[in-house]
């Protein structure tokens, strides 16, 4: 029975998408957490929910993982929903929940044998420790681990079945810098053996490094959907200029005023935004840009007090969809 | 055969239940305060009862009189010392508890002053009248002759020990599940347990289980010590014993469900925990018969299951009662263990 579901899905595989979400609506209370959404997932890709805070990309990968209830839409992994078929998708994906604390007392091989005794097929324990690089924290009780060493626990408690969909939610939230990049790592090592992935994070560098596709979130809506190089690409330039001028050099100096009509004349400047007196330009030509840029503020009688420029980010997408940062949340 | 064999334990490596047990049952021996109150206070508290509640050789009792005669009389009793002082001082050691009764020569005959509330002082009021009627004359018109045994079964610690099995029963049962089930919740591993393929009823079958295997060797760790120090009998068959043992722990587990099936917090949990103990450890005969209480709570009392559970105990450690003659106390705990593993499976919170 089994056996023979399984291999139907191999045959359709590339048919099927490794999920399919559609209208998706989902309200706690009287708050809309999720209201509306819906993106596809391949086979093999790397796809990531992206968004602040409270944008419902938790509620919107809990619902996928089967551990929250719809109130409107279709979701689908591998073909499958949870109403009929909760049994079989719970053997086929794996999961990594947002702050898992494992029992302090177990150590990290009994914690990965128990999770690997839930599933019928699946990789050995060695596989697993040696996928998660816990080798040397083998015999280690799971209280004494560091977060970034707790973190690729959860990763491996997410593997051992051996999984066809791979969801991680938020895995580098709360890890110092070394530990993300380790964990970045995995998830490409992951990705090069060909596994499917959903990740959700706050973090655009985090999406723009690891994700083949990405959807942003905010208010429980997806706002924008694609592959980071096509999203950036919307924000018509591959660097971001941004400065903050004053009218005298003194250092109290109020912002001045700016002709925004004459800066987007600029050959190279596609868009022109202030937030909080700091000015933002989007460039294509960077060297032949900013000299135009410093002789029309010059042109204009204003002093630049602040003056920095950067390569177009997902944050950037964000920003020019929203009008917010990402961190102001 | 060999393959046969390391077949038998792959799969019961693999096997979820096991697992499950296995893990509940070392985060339990790897705790060490739970080792404690688990297997060590119940012994020190049973140490404790035993040396407090020893039976001692009968006391012999401080009396005294206001006149040589009448001291002398007093003294010819082996169950009294007697001393002679006036009646002031008599009374006054009276109030203060020196002696339990004060015989004073009156013109017409004996006065014993002592305190009528206190037992003591009763029994020294029939010894020494006794002692100064003899002295006068009188003579036992039957004669009769003392012969002391010191039963086995009759002392308190004999009574305490089933008590405290069954509140020991009820303790490591309640706060085991309890405490366990609620720091899995809060620390959000019970949801990662059903987010993996484990069946939800082997989750919480593991707790009985693992529960199961404690039982073991608690009971024999504390029956054994009671047995070898205090000598205390074990009079019913013990493997009745052991199924009234089983079933109070199945009870208090499913009671700790219970009150686990929806707490958020060990603050929460903790005050359930003590609202559903506190009262069986006064009222359900622990370290005192449950009868003591009025008539009109005893409905209440009965119904309790420890009270259930310390009945059945007692009665067969000490009077050899038989399971078939211990219907009402085990109908009792079977529907303490039916009632709230039913409620719990559908109230419980798994996240």
């Known amino acids: ?329 | 055969m060999n393959n046969n064999s390391s077949a038998g334990v792959r799969s019961l490596q693999l096997s979820s239940l096991y697992q499950l047990t296995r893990i509940r049952f070392l985060l339990v021996l790897r705790e060490p305060e739970a080792v404690f109150w688990i297997f060590v206070f119940p012994i020190l508290l049973a140490v404790g009862l035993g040396i407090a509640f020893r039976n001692r050789p009968a006391d012999v009792l401080p009396v005294a009189a206001t006149t040589p005669p009448l001291t002398q009389a007093l003294a010819a009793d082996k169950g009294l010392a007697a001393s002679q002082m006036d009646e002031a001082a008599g009374r006054h050691s009276l109030a203060t508890g020196k002696i339990l009764l004060l015989a004073v020569q009156q013109p017409g005959g004996v006065e014993y002053v002592f305190d009528d509330t206190n037992p003591d002082a009763r029994t020294a009021r029939m010894i020494a009248d006794r002692a100064v009627q003899a002295a006068a004359g009188q003579r036992d018109a039957v004669h009769a002759q003392n012969l002391p045994v010191h039963e086995t079964g009759s002392r308190y610690i004999d009574f305490v020990v089933p008590g405290l099995l069954g509140m020991n029963l009820m303790g490591s049962a309640m706060w085991g599940l309890g405490f366990a089930i609620v720091e899995a919740r809060q620390k959000k591993l019970l949801k990662r347990m059903v987010a993996s393929p484990m069946p939800r009823w082997q989750y919480l079958a593991s707790f009985l289980l693992s529960r199961l295997a404690m039982l073991v060797i608690e009971v024999v760790f504390f029956l054994g010590f009671a047995a070898i120090v205090f000598g205390v009998p074990f009079r019913g068959p013990l493997w009745q014993l052991a199924v009234i043992c089983v079933l109070t722990s199945m009870v208090f587990s499913a009671l700790g469900l219970l009150v686990a099936s929806r707490a958020k917090t060990m603050e929460a949990v903790s005050g359930l925990m003590n609202l559903v103990m506190l009262p069986m450890w006064i009222l359900s005969g622990v370290f005192f018969s449950a009868s003591r209480f009025p008539s009109v709570i005893q409905p209440f009392v009965r119904a309790l299951p420890l009270t259930a559970a310390n009945d059945a105990l007692r009665a067969n450690m000490l009077q050899g009662v038989g399971i078939q003659h211990l219907m009402a106390p085990l109908g009792i705990l079977i529907f303490w263990f039916v009632v709230p593993f039913a409620v719990s499976l559908r109230i419980f919170r798994w996240r």
């Open chain 1, 1 to 329: 029975m089994t056996e023979q579901h399984t291999a139907n899905s191999d045959i359709s595989a590339g048919a099927i998408p490794a999920l399919l979400i559609r209208g998706l609506k989902k309200a706690f209370a009287d708050v809309r957490a999720v209201d509306g959404l819906g993106f596809e997932v391949h086979r093999g890709e790397c796809f990531g929910l992206l968004g602040p805070n409270g944008a419902g990309k938790t509620t919107t990968i809990e619902v996928c993982e089967g551990l929250n209830e719809q109130d409107e839409g279709t979701v689908e992994l591998l073909g499958l929903n949870w109403r009929e078929h909760s049994l079989e998708l719970r053997q086929r994906i794996g999961i990594q929940l947002q702050e898992t604390q494992f029992p302090d007392k177990l150590t990290v091989e009994e914690t990965l044998r128990l999770f690997r005794s839930f599933y019928r097929h699946g990789i050995s324990i060695d596989e697993s420790i040696r996928t998660a690089q816990l080798e040397e924290k083998r015999k280690a009780r799971v209280g004494g681990l560091s977060g970034g060493q707790k973190q690729r626990l959860a990763m491996a408690t997410a593997l051992v079945g051996d999984p066809e969909l791979l969801f991680l939610d938020e895995p580098t939230t709360g890890l110092d810098p070394q530990a993300r990049r380790h964990l970045w790592d995995l998830v490409e090592a992951l990705k090069r053996a060909g596994r499917t992935i959903i990740l959700t994070t706050h973090y655009m560098d985090e999406a723009e490094r690891l994700c083949d596709r990405v959807a942003i979130m905010d208010h429980g809506r997806v706002i924008a959907q694609g592959s980071p190089q096509q999203l950036i690409a919307t924000v018509g330039g591959e660097d971001i200029v941004e400065f903050a001028v004053s009218a005298s050099l003194a250092k109290e100096a109020a912002p001045a005023a700016i002709d925004s009509g004459s800066l987007t004349a600029i050959p190279g400047v596609q868009s022109h935004r202030v937030s909080d007196a700091l000015h933002q330009l989007s460039v294509t030509e960077l060297h032949t840009a900013v000299p135009l840029i410093f002789a029309e503020l010059k042109q204009q009688g204003l002093h630049l007090t602040e003056f920095r420029t950067h390569s177009a980010t997902l944050e950037d997408v964000f920003v020019r969809l929203t009008g917010r940062n990402l961190r102001d949340e």
